[in-house]
C-alpha cells in the first residue's frame, strides 16, 4: 500500500512562491500517478496538478495553469509542487495522492491520499 506525506505548507505573501512536497512510500513509485488537489474551507476539493512517474506527461487546472509546477525526483521518490505568482485564492489544505490506474488522468478518482498541509496566502 502506497503512502503519501506532504511537507513545505506555510504563510506566504502573495505574489510570492511556495515549494510544496509530496513523499511517496510503500509502493513501486514507477507505477503511480501522482497528484495534487487542494480544498479551501467552504469549497469542493479542486484538482490542481499531476504528473505519471516518468514525468512525461502532466496536467494542471486551469486555476493553477501557468503559474505551478509539478515535477518529481525518481531517486528520492519525491513529487514536488512548485508555485508562484501566489494569490489569496490559492489559500488551500493541498493533498497529494497517488494511483495506478490512469483513469485518474480523467476521473480523479485517486486511491491513496496524504493527509495534507496548509498553504495561507497573505495581502
Known amino acids: 500500500q502506497v503512502l503519501l506525506e506532504e511537507s513545505g505548507g506555510g504563510l506566504v505573501q502573495a505574489g510570492g512562491s511556495l515549494r510544496l512536497s509530496c513523499a511517496v512510500s510503500?509502493?513501486?513509485?514507477?507505477?503511480?500517478?501522482v497528484g495534487w488537489f487542494r480544498q479551501a474551507p467552504g469549497k469542493e476539493r479542486e484538482f490542481v496538478a499531476a504528473?505519471?512517474?516518468?514525468?512525461?506527461?502532466?496536467n494542471y487546472g486551469d486555476s493553477v495553469r501557468g503559474r505551478f509546477t509539478i515535477s518529481r525526483d525518481n531517486a528520492k521518490s519525491m513529487v514536488y509542487l512548485q508555485m508562484g505568482s501566489l494569490k489569496l485564492e490559492d489559500t488551500a489544505v493541498y493533498f497529494c495522492?497517488?494511483?495506478?490506474?490512469?483513469?485518474?488522468?480523467?476521473?480523479?478518482?485517486?486511491?491513496?491520499w496524504g493527509q495534507g498541509t496548509q498553504v495561507t496566502v497573505s495581502s
Open positions: 495522492a497517488a494511483d495506478r490506474s490512469a483513469g485518474v488522468w480523467v476521473n480523479y478518482d485517486y486511491g491513496a
Open positions: 510503500g509502493g513501486i513509485p514507477s507505477r503511480y500517478i
Open positions: 504528473i505519471n512517474w516518468t514525468g512525461e506527461n502532466t
